[in-house]
């Protein structure tokens, strides 16, 4: 693989676990912090069927909010902090490779914070961070850079050119720090907890949930390949959930007897 395809790949999956996270941020800036289980990065899932899901899409941005009694101002912080790196990454790369039409939809509009239209005044920002992070990865992956054609079939120029090499860089660095900052804050930095109070509904085994920096948090069964659980083992034979898995462990300690 070239490093601009290894660049592209980790731009990629920096952005994603971006919005992956960005609802328990949210919900971190409305929740006391605390360091009692359940890990907090699991709050959202325990609490699913209590609450209606938070739709992460249809929360206005941080930075045009105002945040008149925020529980948790580390989480506050990093919120806003992620929100303006990401939307400047997308001034940045719109000004270099944007060419679509004002009316074109995939257009990212710049602020114009003289205007008196709120609207036009925040530009794309009011669509938020996750409409943010998915225009960039477009960018990333040189999505809609091939020519298009009208309805009377002339063809017209794409609406946006290839990233250059310098610019795929600079994104994967922005995305990168954004997504450290997320896992920092949401305490899915190194660190070890053992799961209080419930063992492996499959075979009874210890449960241990691992977190680090740069890898979304995985949890861990102690007995070995001879445990049931219908995931793969990480490299030391031990049965794990990864990230995408964690609701369904959740989902099935719920449904055991407390030991
Ligand atoms: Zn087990």
């Known amino acids: 693989m070239t490093s601009d395809a290894i660049a592209r790949r980790e731009t990629v999956d920096a952005l994603r676990t971006v919005r992956e996270l960005w609802g328990e941020l949210l919900l971190a800036i409305e929740t006391p912090p605390t360091d009692v289980w359940p890990p907090r990065q699991l709050a959202h899932t325990l609490r699913a069927g209590d609450d209606e899901p938070l739709v992460v899409e249809d929360r206005a941005p941080l930075v045009l909010r105002e945040h008149p009694a925020p529980l948790n101002m580390t989480a506050l912080d990093t919120g806003l902090a992620v929100e303006r790196l990401l939307f400047g990454l997308a001034d940045t790369l719109a000004a270099a490779v944007q060419r679509a039409k004002p009316d074109d939809p995939r257009r990212w509009a710049f602020q114009h ?82 799961v209080p109070d419930r063992t492996c509904p499959w075979c009874g085994g210890e449960l241990t949930l691992r977190t680090t920096p740069d890898e979304p948090p995985t949890v861990t069964c102690s007995t070995g390949p001879e445990c049931a659980a219908p995931v793969s083992l990480d490299e030391r034979g031990r049965r794990a959930w990864g990230w995408r898995d964690l609701a369904a462990l959740v989902a099935a300690l719920s449904t055991a007897q407390p030991q």
């Open 113 to 194: 914070p003289g205007a008196a239209d709120a609207r036009r005044a925040a530009g794309s920002r009011t669509h938020g961070l996750h409409f943010a992070s998915v225009w960039i990865e477009g960018r990333v992956l040189d999505e809609d850079t091939e020519p298009e054609q009208q309805l009377d079939g002339t063809p017209t120029a794409p609406p946006f050119e290839p990233l250059p090499p310098h610019l795929l860089h600079e994104a994967r660095r922005t995305a990168r720090i954004a997504e450290g900052r997320l896992l920092r804050t949401l305490r899915l930095d190194q660190r070890e907890t053992p």
